[in-house]
């Protein structure tokens, strides 16, 4: 419980090792009947998973943005021109699109990094969500929830939640059979 209150004592720093900490509170304090769930996700891979998403959809399309803006004063010495007010939009709806695509990338890596790593033994658990078809899912319910005035929320839900178990599995090390028993 104390993870969270240091990651926001280090000004989030200490995020991804505390959601390392919780799922692996959550996993392996867990049971199906009898036997345990493990988890052994190394924090690195949380850190990383982080450190992308920050990266590839946050710092770089801002480093873009900036340096086209500062192009286009420089070009225009101060003065807009038709030109300039189009590029400049394009590019602030290519930086909202990458904020907007940060979340199912974090996701996507996150799902994949926990339950390729939880085992309930002798079976394993495997996780291939894409980020693709969870980007495009996400954004159609975006669409179509701010066309129905937000009545379409509970289904966006549920549809983002089937396609997020779809890609899960778990992987037998045994017979179903004598493991239930």
């Known amino acids: 419980l104390l993870w969270p209150l240091a990651a ?41 998973a982080y450190v992308r998403t920050g990266l590839l959809f946050v710092v770089l399309p801002a480093a873009a ?15 807009p021109t038709h030109a ?28 994949n990094l926990v339950w ?15 980020f693709g078809p969870l980007f495009w899912i996400i954004l159609s319910n975006l669409v179509l929830t701010l066309l129905t005035l937000g009545l379409y929320r509970p289904f966006a839900m549920v549809r983002v939640a089937q396609y997020r178990m779809s890609c899960l599995s778990m992987m037998p090390g045994e017979p179903l059979d004598r493991f239930v028993g």
Not at 117 to 129: D, I, M, Q, V, Y
């Open 65 to 79: 943005v900036g340096s086209v803006v500062g192009g286009l004063v420089m070009m225009n010495a101060g003065t």
């Open 84 to 111: 300039a007010v189009i590029a400049l939009v394009a590019v602030a709806g290519a930086l909202y699109l990458c904020i907007l695509a940060s979340g199912p990338y974090l996701v996507t890596c996150l799902q």
């Open 8 to 48: 926001l004592v280090t000004l989030g720093l200490l995020w991804p090792r505390a959601h390392r900490e919780l799922k692996r509170y959550q996993h392996n304090h867990s049971r199906f009947g009898n036997a345990p769930f493990t988890f052994d996700a190394p924090t690195r891979a949380f850190y990383r």
């Open 116 to 130: 390729n790593n939880t085992g309930l033994p002798p079976h394993r658990f495997t996780s291939a969500l894409r």
